[in-house]
């Protein structure tokens, strides 16, 4: 498989993105990283990019997400929001579960939110839906569709059966 190459593949498996914890709330527009590749201090923020970045894409498919390196001297998160206004986490000298437990806390969705949410979710009727406890009990009553068989034969070159014969119009099949 071409995408289990590289390293940790583990990170673009499906598993691993749903596996996120980090959904952040609908004003923020924009998510933004600062850190250096060298430095002692900037080693919980590369950990964080290299992890949990793939995880945040994921979740939150109407964030932009960006990534600046070897511009700042200490490490840090800015998140852009909808009304204009920026926040500004430090991430210097912590660690990568550090920062996350920090995000969880202060820029996701509560859990009681993400409960309702994923209720809301499943309440979601399909209109496609057919069958005991939908809209539609048959899919022959959906407009478009052909008739149910029981009520109106199908044509004979609908029809395995007569699949080398003429269809009903005369014309050979």
Same mark, same amino acid.
């Given at each position: 498989?071409?995408?289990?190459?590289?390293?940790?593949?583990?990170?673009?498996?499906?598993?691993?993105?749903?596996?996120?914890r980090?959904?952040?709330?609908?004003?923020?527009?924009?998510?933004?990283?600062?850190?250096?590749?060298?430095?002692?201090?900037?080693?919980?923020?590369?950990?964080?990019?290299?992890?949990?970045?793939?995880?945040?894409?994921?979740?939150?498919?109407?964030?932009?997400?960006q990534?600046?390196?070897n511009?700042? &001297?200490?490490?840090f998160?800015?998140?852009? @929001?909808d009304?204009?206004? #920026?926040?500004? =986490?430090?991430?210097?000298?912590?660690?990568?579960?550090?920062?996350?437990?920090?995000?969880?806390?202060?820029?996701?969705?509560?859990?009681?939110?993400?409960?309702e949410?994923?209720?809301?979710?499943?309440?979601?009727?399909?209109?496609?839906?057919?069958?005991?406890?939908?809209?539609?009990?048959?899919?022959?009553?959906?407009?478009?569709?052909?008739?149910?068989?029981?009520?109106?034969?199908? &044509?004979?070159?609908?029809?395995?059966?007569? @699949?080398?014969?003429?269809? #009903?119009?005369? =014309?050979?099949?």
């Amino acid at each position: 498989m071409p995408f289990m190459k590289g390293i940790a593949p583990i990170r673009r498996t499906a598993k691993y993105l749903e596996a996120g914890r980090i959904v952040l709330k609908d004003k923020i527009k924009i998510f933004t990283v600062n850190f250096n590749t060298v430095g002692d201090h900037h080693k919980g923020a590369r950990e964080f990019v290299f992890w949990c970045l793939p995880q945040i894409q994921f979740k939150n498919p109407d964030v932009q997400v960006q990534v600046f390196r070897n511009i700042t &001297p200490s490490p840090f998160i800015r998140v852009f @929001l909808d009304d204009g206004s #920026d926040i500004v =986490v430090d991430i210097d000298g912590k660690e990568n579960d550090d920062i996350q437990d920090h995000l969880i806390d202060t820029l996701c969705k509560s859990k009681k939110v993400l409960a309702e949410e994923a209720k809301a979710k499943q309440i979601t009727v399909n209109p496609a839906n057919f069958g005991y406890g939908c809209k539609v009990s048959c899919i022959c009553r959906v407009p478009g569709q052909v008739p149910c068989s029981g009520l109106i034969p199908l &044509p004979k070159h609908m029809r395995g059966k007569y @699949l080398f014969f003429e269809r #009903d119009d005369g =014309v050979p099949s």
